[in-house]
């Protein structure tokens, strides 16, 4: 399983790590890094978004410019929008799903993942 984390936060990022033990997991704090994982990988299981990032975009721009890259060969299996932001958990799942991209809210710390039609 290959798994892609965009946050700021650190320890989000080391939570993630634990929640996915065993699997390949790829860490994103800015959209150069996020960019660089998907130009290497390119295909991921999960990919997480938090909304409001310290030193970059915003996960909502973040999101756009992924859709203008999804192809059939790198469509996610699944987007979770992990931001305790609502207005900007909204605007990511409204990106990801207008795109036709399998999204799930799962707020941070939050054990289980809520499909939502967004």
């Known amino acids: 399983m290959k798994v892609l984390i ?46 409001d990032l310290a030193y970059s975009e915003t996960g909502a721009e973040i999101a756009e410019w992924m859709v203008k890259r999804v192809t059939p060969s790198t469509t996610p299996g699944v987007c979770r929008v992990h931001s305790w932001n609502p207005v900007g958990a909204k605007a990511i799942m409204q990106i990801l799903a207008a795109a036709g991209l399998n999204v799930e809210r799962a707020p941070f710390a939050c054990a289980n993942a809520e499909v939502i039609d967004a």
Do not use: N, P
């Open 6 to 51: 965009l946050d700021d936060e650190r320890h989000r990022h080391d939570a993630y790590d634990k929640q996915y033990a065993g699997a390949e997991v790829w860490h994103a704090y800015t959209m150069r890094q996020f960019q660089d994982a998907w130009a290497k990988v390119r295909r991921f299981d999960v990919v997480s978004f938090d909304h």
